[in-house]
C-alpha cells in the first residue's frame, strides 16, 4: 500500500517537472505545489525530478524507509533555507522582482487580517521553522526505529 502511495507521488512529481519544462514563465505556484516545495515552476522542475529518483530509488531497493529519509532530509534542507530566505527577505533594499512577492500573500492576509509584508514575512518564516523542527523530530524518530 505505501509503495503504491509513493508511486503516485513519484509520478505525480515527475508529470509537473515535465509540465514545467513547457511553462515559459516564473510564475508563483506555491499555493498548489508547496506539498512537493516548489514556489515557482523552476522549483517544480527540479524537485520534480528529486522526489521521482527518491521514489524510484526506494522501489528499487524495495526499502520504504529510503523515501521517508529522504522526503525528511529535504524537507529540513529546503525549510531551513526558506527560513534564511524569508529572515532576509524583511531587510532587502531595494526590492526587485522576484522578490517582491507581497501579492502572494494574500492567504495569509485572509487569514489573519491586513498584515504588512513584514508580517508576512516573518509568519512564513516561522511556519518554515516549524516545518524544518517538524522534519528533524520525524527524521530522527525514523533513524531510531
Given at each position: ?48 525530478i528529486l522526489h521521482s529518483s527518491?521514489?524510484?530509488?526506494s522501489l528499487l531497493t524495495q ?27 524583511q531587510f532587502i533594499v531595494p ?51
Open positions: 500500500m505505501f509503495a503504491l502511495l509513493i508511486s503516485t507521488w513519484g509520478i505525480l512529481n515527475l508529470s509537473l517537472a515535465i509540465i514545467s519544462i513547457y511553462n515559459k514563465k516564473c510564475d508563483f505556484i506555491w499555493w498548489w505545489t508547496f506539498f512537493a516545495g516548489a514556489f515557482v515552476w523552476e522549483d517544480m522542475f527540479v524537485f520534480g527518491l521514489v524510484l530509488f526499502n520504504n524507509t529510503y523515501w521517508l529519509v529522504g522526503f525528511l532530509v529535504f524537507w529540513i534542507v529546503r525549510s531551513a533555507g526558506e527560513t534564511l530566505y524569508f529572515f532576509l527577505e526590492k526587485h522582482h522576484p522578490h517582491s512577492i507581497s501579492t502572494h500573500f494574500v492567504p495569509l492576509r485572509k487569514l489573519f487580517g491586513n498584515i504588512s509584508d513584514q508580517k508576512s514575512f516573518i509568519i512564513m518564516q516561522v511556519l518554515m521553522q516549524s516545518i524544518l523542527v517538524t522534519s528533524i523530530f520525524s527524521l530522527i524518530l525514523v533513524l531510531k526505529s
